[in-house]
């Protein structure tokens, strides 16, 4: 199991994003080329297996960007908090 930390938290965040985002634009596309509703059963399971299954599958490269990300930020604070501490004249 993972460490319940910020890092870890964004990624499952960006994780519920991508299927979030995924599942509704399945959902417009089931409902706009079938005969099924928005709400049919059907299309609401469909689409969240659609947009879970694209999640796990971007989940390598989604993990790699927040890591990315986070690292430059942590790089960026560690460099302004060595400036503030700088006391050279």
């Known amino acids: 199991m993972e460490a ?10 960006v994780r519920a994003a991508v299927h979030g985002r995924v599942a509704d634009i399945t ?11 928005e709400d049919d ?14 999640a796990s599958r971007l989940q390598p490269y989604t993990d790699q960007m927040v ?13 302004r908090a060595a400036k503030k501490t700088d006391t050279t004249e």
């Open 4 to 13: 319940f930390s910020a890092r870890n938290v964004v990624k499952y965040v």
């Open 27 to 37: 959902t417009t596309i089931i409902t706009d080329h079938t005969r099924f509703e």
């Open 41 to 54: 059963t059907v299309v609401e399971i469909t689409s969240h297996v659609v947009g879970w299954g694209v």
């Open 67 to 79: 890591d990315k990300v986070a690292d430059f930020v942590n790089e960026k604070r560690a460099a």
